[in-house]
């Protein structure tokens, strides 16, 4: 039966009616045709990681053989990154690094538009782009910054959501928002209420991915927190970053992540190790220290020896060999 505002399905229709199964973008990690958002700390790589999940969908093997953080890719589709933050010229650098480190390919499946200026409503614009260039995925980097209206309020919150709805409507993209937590709220953990905006926000989305920083340097931690209309894991995953390619690596799930996101444990615990090294040194004698004198496995010393890299107290100056930078650490300041 239907009215003008509403249809009645009655209980026999119901059981007749064919409804399509969810379609992933990428398989157990971002469904198709669902509002999803992917928020994020300051320093957890979300730009990156968004821009990178953009091009492997986009350059994905017919087969169903490509992957993002070890989630299965189906097929290609066009994708519509969307810059509201960095500017035109840092976006070409991240893409650029991006394109040497994965196997990047189907350029023509990739598009991209850096607008100027934050905080004014770009809406109009994104509406023009994503119905001229009609990408099955679109990505927002970032939702704060595409609109002159206060996020936590739910009055001026409500038209900017109700654009996305219609531009979805309209042309039937997937938008991914890229979006910010709230300061200083590290050790609630992995909640949605970290994430920035009235409840107004939670409640619209239907799909929404955390990403942390943590207190290891190269370490964020990965949770699905909401999903509506797919049977989603409840673990925390770990996501190893590589300052050297600029991506991101699926390590597992991650056991008591509480202790990653508290801040009394951040003890640099490899500062004793650095300290009894030489001036010059090699992976060995690192490895000699760690594992041999400290009875610690060898993906600890990997993972040390990759975080004083990154942080700049070593430089690599070949295959396994390493010089220390002269980089101090301060205490007691004033």
Known sequence: MQHNAYRIITAEEASSMNVPDVEWIIEGFLPLGFKAILSGTTGSNKSYASMELGMRVASANEDGSS??????????????????????????????RLEKSIEFVREENFVMISLEGSFVDAWSTIKDATVKLKPDLLIIDNLYSSTDKNMSKQQELKPVLKKIDELMAITGTTPLLIHHFNKATGEWGMVLDRMQGASTLQNWAEYIILLSKTNKQDLRLMKVAKSRGTHQSEEVYGIRWDSETFTLKMEGIIDDYQKYLKSENSIRQWESVLDKMEEKFETKDWERLVIGSMMLSRETAFNWLREVQTIGMIKKVKHGHYIKSGMKILRNVE
Request: without cysteine.
């Open 67 to 96: 992957e993002f953080l070890s989630y299965r890719i189906p097929k290609p589709l066009k994708v519509l990154y969307i810059d509201i933050e960095v500017g035109q010229d840092e976006m070409l650098r991240r893409f650029q």
